[in-house]
């Protein structure tokens, strides 16, 4: 009996003193949440001041501004997304001739959640497709501010959504395009691979591999990554799985465009074709920075090579860096050198490369350090320089996008 009541009190007390560690555990989870609520905050902030720039640049030019956040690859994705890939209205190639198959060249998951979300009551498929970027933006911000919180600090997650959502040509994340849902998808990998849940990471990997081509480097990324955890004997069926379906999503879908064009590389030849897209080890980008800069370029092409030298140059400290982890460093550097290396489009580089979130994480860890107005400052002319290029760039060059 004596026993049994000294367990009793002994029970007790110990409860008593893990009180103080479990009250420091909830504060610590409500806080971490509160920075995913902030991260929200700040990063939609920052959309409606671009938005608030496009409307302002828009309006004195009689340009509808509705008609601009669905421009250019906007129209494919509706389409799709209504009719189907064999449904699309008179599709044309480079050329300006009909191609059946140019349809082909836009991945099925961003129109296939449009389809989704139109079906709720007295959406569009013009607000569908305005409500998936939406949403994805929200992900892709949170997945940010993880991924800053684990490598750095709270602080530095927080910028890193807010220089993401205000970068050149985030105009592109409140459109009806993919770069939102992607970026998404791929920040949300990274944080699988980070935190070693490879099943989140294999997931996020398969969906990005059925939104845009990009993903090829994440799958790069993600599966080497696991297949390093295999080795090293720690997860071992887990990562084992996310090197299996990892790649599913991409290959899945370049095989269904085979098997539809007839073509091994069917994917490819509709780029070439409906494009004039094509992996070209950087010929065309060298050739059109140097002529941009030394001979003829105008000013906002010049702006845009300014815009690819400075992601250049956070790709090398990426690298150099001692506080980035190496699969964020090959994801920055990954996605810079696919998009160099790809010929076609040279203007929309800047677009292009908006999925490179991890090129503003040094940017982000250093100015987390500095003082409180000088991070905020800085933050300020960033978010305002980049809400003026998007806008720019859908209104008076018009073909940035």
Not at 257 to 275: H, I, P
Not at 317 to 336: F, H, I, S
Not at 372 to 381: E, G, N, P, Q, W
């Amino acid at each position: 009996m004596t026993e049994l009541v000294d367990k009793t009190r002994r029970e007790q007390f110990e409860r008593a003193a893990d009180g103080p560690a479990r009250s420091l555990r909830v504060a610590a989870g409500r806080w971490s949440r509160s920075g995913y609520l902030h991260a929200t905050v700040l990063y939609l902030v920052v959309r409606l001041v671009g938005l608030g720039a496009l409307a302002a640049m828009a309006a004195p030019r009689d340009l509808p501004f509705g008609e601009r956040l669905k421009a250019w690859d906007g129209w494919w994705y509706l389409q799709i997304a209504e009719h189907s890939y064999t449904g699309v209205s008179n599709p044309l190639d480079a050329a300006g001739l009909p191609y059946p198959d140019a349809s082909y060249g836009y991945f099925p998951l961003y129109p296939a959640l449009t389809g989704l979300f139109e079906k709720l009551p007295g959406v569009t498929y013009y607000g569908a497709g305005l409500l998936v970027s939406t949403l994805a933006g929200i992900a892709a911000a949170t997945a940010m501010y993880r991924i800053g919180r684990l490598v750095h600090s709270q602080r530095a997650g927080l910028l890193l959504a807010v220089l993401w959502g205000a970068a050149p040509m985030a105009i592109a994340e409140s459109m009806v395009m993919t770069e939102a849902l992607f970026t998404a998808l791929a920040a949300w990998a990274l944080v699988g691979v980070l935190e070693r849940r490879w099943y989140l990471a294999a997931t996020a990997t398969l969906f990005a591999g059925l939104t845009r081509s990009t993903a090829c480097v994440l799958v790069a990324v993600v599966v080497v990554a696991a297949a390093v955890d295999v080795w090293r004997n720690r997860q071992r069926w887990n990562a084992l799985v996310c090197v299996f379906v990892a790649p599913l999503g991409l290959l899945g879908y370049w095989l269904f465009v085979a098997v539809q064009t007839g073509s091994v590389t069917g994917w490819q030849d509709v780029e070439l074709r409906g494009w004039n897209t094509r992996f070209d080890a950087g010929a065309e980008a060298w050739q059109w920075i140097t002529q941009t800069l030394f001979t003829s370029g105008n000013a906002w092409e010049t702006l845009v090579v300014l815009v690819m030298v400075a992601a250049i140059a956070l790709a090398v400290v990426c690298v150099t860096g001692r506080r980035m982890p190496w699969p964020l460093a090959a994801y920055a550097v990954g996605v810079l050198v696919l998009v160099l290396c790809s010929a076609g489009l040279p203007a929309l580089k800047s677009r292009f490369v908006l999925p490179d979130f991890a090129l503003l994480l040094p940017v982000a860890m250093g100015l987390a350090g500095r003082k409180k107005s000088t991070m905020i400052a800085a933050a300020t002319v960033f978010v305002l320089v980049g809400a003026w290029y998007s806008a720019y760039s859908l209104t008076v060059w018009k073909y940035a996008i």
